[in-house]
């Protein structure tokens, strides 16, 4: 973003005192979501994939779109 480290910091303590509140939104991944990074990495470390083709992942997506 091109800002230095102090500029930064200036900022986040000048957006908490203009909206009295943190100017972050704080995320943490759900169970569903720990178990897709989980598997993620997983598959990288191995060097393998989920799917055999590009096919698979759309028929996945399509199934999964129509829920």
């Known amino acids: 973003m091109g800002l230095t ?3 930064a910091v200036r900022l986040f303590f000048h ?12 995320k943490v991944p ?3 979501t720990r178990r ?3 598997e993620s990495e997983e ?3 191995r060097g393998t994939a ?6 698979e992942v ?3 997506l399509e199934e999964a ?3």
């Open 5 to 7: 480290a102090s500029e």
């Open 15 to 26: 957006r908490m005192a203009v909206d009295q509140a943190f100017p972050l939104e704080l």
């Open 30 to 32: 759900n169970a569903r």
């Open 36 to 38: 897709a990074m989980a």
């Open 43 to 45: 598959m990288m470390r």
């Open 50 to 55: 989920r799917f055999a083709s590009a096919d």
């Open 58 to 60: 759309f028929a996945e």
């Open 65 to 67: 779109r129509g829920q």
